[in-house]
């Protein structure tokens, strides 16, 4: 017995408890959901990669949560023509809601839900 496990012993400490209790924390279907760092929110910011038109129903489905999503439109920019198809069919779908819609730069759009607006002018 080395002088670790001695220590362990005398603090009435063991291994094999301590690795069980963590295993049943993992384990514990009630803690499989629950986001340890931070406490549940309302509503999130959320990051996404819009890469086809099937990815807008991805993207109203968020909304309809609440969510703000910051659009990837970096993989549409090798399609100019389907680039444009999908960010007008996106403007369609979010104006239908009430929802607002903005380019940050030239790969990143953000999108609100109904009753959340972007102020699109710069203060002077």
């Known amino acids: 017995m080395g002088l670790l496990d001695e220590i362990t012993k005398t603090l009435g400490l063991s291994k094999s408890t301590e690795v069980e209790k963590i295993e049943e924390f993992m ?47 970096a993989n549409l920019k090798r399609n100019e023509a389907k680039q444009k198809m999908i960010i007008d069919n996106l403007k369609n779908h979010i104006t239908k809601i009430n929802g607002d819609i903005a380019r940050l730069d030239e790969n990143r759009i953000l999108v609100t839900p109904s009753k959340v607006k972007i ?6």
């Open 27 to 73: 384990d514990s279907a009630e803690m499989e959901n629950v986001d340890v760092l931070h406490e549940a929110a309302d509503f999130y910011v959320k990051p996404f990669s819009l890469e086809s038109e099937q990815d807008i129903n991805v993207v109203l489905d968020e909304l309809k949560q609440k969510n703000i999503l910051i659009l990837n439109i």
């Open 119 to 124: 102020v699109k002018t710069k203060k002077k």
